[in-house]
T-cell receptor, first 113, second 116 residues
Framework: DGGITQSPKYLFRKEGQNVTLSCEQNLNHDAMYWYRQDPGQGLRLIYYSQIVNDFQKGDIAEGYSVSREKKESFPLTVTSAQKNPTAFYLC????????????FGNGTRLTVT | AQSVTQLGSHVSVSEGALVLLRCNYS??????LFWYVQYPNQGLQLLLKYTSAATLVKGINGFEAEFKKSETSFHLTKPSAHMSDAAEYFC??????????????FGAGTRLAVHP
């Protein structure tokens, strides 16, 4: 079955450490996205990539970095510069076109203490 | 600019009762609209989407939504709630490409509780 795999499911880090969240898809989608979800705030876009070796900042990119070296993979690094990194992170991908829905992974819950 | 407003952050219904989750959108162009469901600690799953083919859209799990242009609404309904429907629901609108980028704008979500 095609889908999006995010790992790990739960991640714990000490403040000041960088951490990388994995996202892999086998849907053959060109576009991939990272969202952050906090209680009561819906989804906020961190970064997106429309094609390999290209990515753009979303609405809340500060303190995060990404790479897109392969079509299937879009890892997100939460750096020590991110002031409030504890959150639920969702990776998604989609086909081109405004009527194409996003397909989501099952998320990674990051806790930084 | 496109936007989405979901009225009611929490909705509680009895099992077997009608479910009505409200979504109003703002869009300067004909919109593409989506409803997603999220169960605890999981990703979002597509329930249904409106793409102008029909104003009444049927989705999975017995849900449906009606597009009303005059009211700029896309409310989600289900005739009879089941305990398994308890989850968070998100309405989203597909924004016109900006800088070559087509993004979905999400509402803040409505948490549905179903009690016996």
């Amino acid at each position: 079955d095609g889908g999006i795999t995010q790992s790990p499911k739960y991640l714990f880090r000490k403040e000041g450490q960088n951490v990388t969240l994995s996202c892999e898809q086998n849907l053959n989608h060109d576009a991939m996205y990272w969202y952050r979800q906090d209680p009561g705030q819906g989804l906020r876009l961190i970064y997106y990539s429309q094609i390999v070796n290209d990515f753009q900042k979303g609405d809340i990119a500060e303190g995060y970095s990404v790479s897109r070296e392969k079509k299937e993979s879009f890892p997100l690094t939460v750096t020590s510069a991110q002031k409030n990194p504890t959150a639920f992170y969702l990776c998604a991908s989609k086909d081109p076109g405004m009527n194409s829905p996003l397909h989501f992974g099952n998320g990674t819950r990051l806790t930084v203490t | 600019a496109q936007s989405v407003t979901q009225l009611g952050s929490h909705v509680s219904v009895s099992e077997g009762a009608l479910v009505l989750l409200r979504c109003n959108y703002s869009s300067s162009v004909p919109p593409y609209l989506f409803w997603y469901v999220q169960y605890p600690n999981q990703g979002l799953q597509l329930l249904l989407k409106y793409t102008s083919a029909a104003t009444l859209v049927k989705g999975i799990n017995g849900f449906e939504a009606e597009f009303k242009k005059s009211e700029t609404s896309f409310h989600l309904t289900k005739p009879s709630a089941h305990m398994s429907d308890a989850a968070e629901y998100f309405c989203a609108v597909s924004a016109a490409p900006s800088g070559g980028y087509n993004k979905l704008i999400f509402g803040a979500g409505t948490r549905l509780a179903v009690h016996p």
